[in-house]
């Protein structure tokens, strides 16, 4: 049956892939957006810009008003859980039937990481909503390897602060693909799917399958965690989101992201993209000098 969907984080990666997936689709899409400038490809595509700010809760009902299906995604950041209880209410006025949320990870109050912390505070309120929901929880995207395609490129070189930790990582279309198909199929409601790839994989194996695609060497060196602060900093990143990185690279050097599920699999009846399927696909940002 088709229904009116609303997705939040319109013009960021995982929502933009979302719409991207249900454009053409026998459902009415409505999207998100803070600035209507940078929606101009999406009102190309037929999709329905609504302006409204996660942070600005009285900007919000008109786009929320009678849409039966939500996507609630919100960027890290130490107000995420207020942009998302904003986001929550809007549904619960404007009368959603399912609400779909991007979390994360590992989400869970006694997490390592602050944004797993704030993520399960959401996740915490969205269940207690009472509005049907389902939780995404993917693991760290395949795409933050991007930040290494220059070093890649000119070195051979991978540098992380990720000592020997191996991880699940997922390919962020597959997590897009994910949403898109749980916004608009049935019997997903009070269900959390941990979205990860085909297998947990060092660093050092990461660099190998970076390196068959590209058709050279490409070694992995770690670095400390003072190191990768540092150069964050020198990159301009905020304290906040440095030390929330830092986090991450603390958890993830001692394992705890050494998982995988078939959850993927399991619901889509694919199989998520392996690593090389993401190297051979982005070969040319790893091989540009
Ligand atoms: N990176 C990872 O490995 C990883 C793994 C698991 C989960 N996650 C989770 O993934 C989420 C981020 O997804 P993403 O990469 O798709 O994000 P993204 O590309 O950074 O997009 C964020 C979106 O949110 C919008 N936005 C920001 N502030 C807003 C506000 N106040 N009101 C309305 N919209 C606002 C942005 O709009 P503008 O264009 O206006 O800025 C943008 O469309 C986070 O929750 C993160 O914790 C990430």
Redesign the pocket.
């Known amino acids: 049956m088709p229904n009116t969907i609303l997705i ?10 979302i719409i991207a997936q249900l454009k053409g689709s026998e459902h009415s899409l409505r999207a ?4 209507p400038e ?1 929606a101009e490809e999406l009102r190309r595509q037929g999709v329905e810009i609504w302006v ?5 809760p009285w900007t919000l009902g008109p786009a929320f008003e009678g849409v039966d299906t939500v996507w609630i ?5 130490p ?2 859980p207020e ?1 998302c209880s904003n ?1 929550l209410w809007a549904a619960r006025q404007g009368g959603a039937k399912h609400v779909v949320r ?4 590992g989400a869970a109050h006694t997490a390592p990481t602050i ?2 912390r ?2 399960a505070l959401s996740d915490a309120e969205l269940v207690a909503s009472g509005i049907p929901f389902t939780l995404l ?5 395949m ?2 390897l991007m930040m290494a395609a220059q070093s890649v490129a000119q070195q051979g070189t991978m540098y992380f602060a990720l000592a020997d930790g191996k991880m699940g ?2 390919d ?1 279309r597959d ?1 897009s693909y994910f949403a898109a198909h749980v916004l608009t199929t049935t019997g997903h409601e009070g269900k959390t799917y941990t979205l990860t790839g085909p297998a947990s994989l060092s660093m050092h194996q990461i660099a190998a399958a970076i390196g068959g695609a590209v058709g050279k060497t490409v070694t992995y060196v770690p670095v400390s965690i003072d190191n990768a602060l540092q150069s964050m900093a020198q990159m301009g990143l905020d304290d906040w989101m440095a030390n929330l990185m830092c986090d ?1 690279f603390k958890a993830y050097s001692a394992n705890w992201g050494d998982m995988v599920t078939d959850d993927f699999q399991r619901v889509t009846g694919k199989a998520p993209r392996s690593i090389e399927q993401f190297a051979r696909d982005f070969h040319g940002a790893f091989g540009k000098q």
């Open positions: 939040t984080g319109a013009t960021g990666n995982i929502s933009s892939g998100l957006v803070r600035n940078k409204g700010d996660l942070e600005k995604l919100s960027p890290p950041g107000r995420a942009q986001a991007m979390s994360a990870f944004n797993s704030l993520h929880k993917p693991h760290y995207f795409q933050n990582l997922i962020s997590i991450y």
